[in-house]
């Protein structure tokens, strides 16, 4: 975001500034904003979402319920499936939406006064009347834009979380409504993770999520240390010239011990391994995501093309930036201070055009070449 856009209302957040909605209402509390996106609705028709989850590269979640059983199914479905629906009671749900459509991909830039680094995708999902995947909480925030349809949303301020046993997926025991909301096509809700909430389709509908990943501590940690792992290199081995005898020779001694205690503390990290580990780990594409690689170019065509058409990512790539180190889909590029503007303004806008160095646009060529990259 610009620092112009920083001060801007935005008309999505019912004319909050950025700043104010992330001061009063990020991780925090509800926002309902009606019509933040007048006549939204028709990117996506329910044939099309059906027929996307039918692919082998998107992922798909059928969500059953009849008489309070839930069953979870996991596409990609055949076509058939959809033909054998009961009337009521489910939903389908697609995630990485926004790797398909490119109406999707620019309604994520909509949500950029949140840091990319914190953007996980784009989630449709479409229920007949009465459907939707019950009460529950999330663990991340959500905007969930409603298309196609009314839906009915409650939230509540409940603090027990108890979950019905041996359910596929999360739902609530009891779920006391503290606030309902009956959204429209162009409604936007934003929910803090950790919210109760309800959606209830009010006649067939269609909603958009767009949400942020939170992981836990745990993942954080065992993909920190996995990534540790890879690249420990720890110099001289294990030694005991002065070894004692032992009375007890199934015995680990202290001093065995203390030894090795030693020698782990050479496995040290700073800030800046923190900071490529988090480029690496966030722009890791998911185990389903493949890149079409183009027919490969040389330099003297990519350069010119480059110069008269622009690059944008490929919606599938994901890019970040620390400091001088350039993240683009689970790879780190170490690059010179002024090939950064260029490389900035692709990652912030996902695409640019501009004149750029020779070894930007090596770099580019690269990219395009694994299919990270398209011309505009
Ligand atoms: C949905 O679109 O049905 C699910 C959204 C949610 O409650 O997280
Ligand atoms: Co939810």
Redesign the pocket.
Known sequence: MTVQGVLMKLPHLGGLTARQFLREYWQKKPLLVRQAFPGFGDALTPNELAGLACEEGAQSRLVLESRGKWRVEYGPFPEERFARLPKKGW?L?VQGVNHFLTEGADLLQRFDFIPTARLDDLMV?F?PDGG??GP?F?SYD?F?LQGYGKRLWRVSEQTDMALVEGAPLRILRHFETSQEWLVEPGDLLYLPPRLA?W?IAVGPCM?W?IGFRAPSAQELGTQFLAYLQERICLEGMYADPDLKLQSHPSEISPQMIDRVARLLRDIRWNKLDVARFLGIYLTEPKPHVVFEKPRPLGLERFRSRLEKSGVALDLKSRMLISGTTVFINGEAVEVSPDALPCLRDLADRRWMKARCSVAVAELLRQWYNAGYLKFR
């Open positions: 939903s749900l999902s229920a939707g995947v529950h999330d959500v969930l909430h959606g909603t999520s």
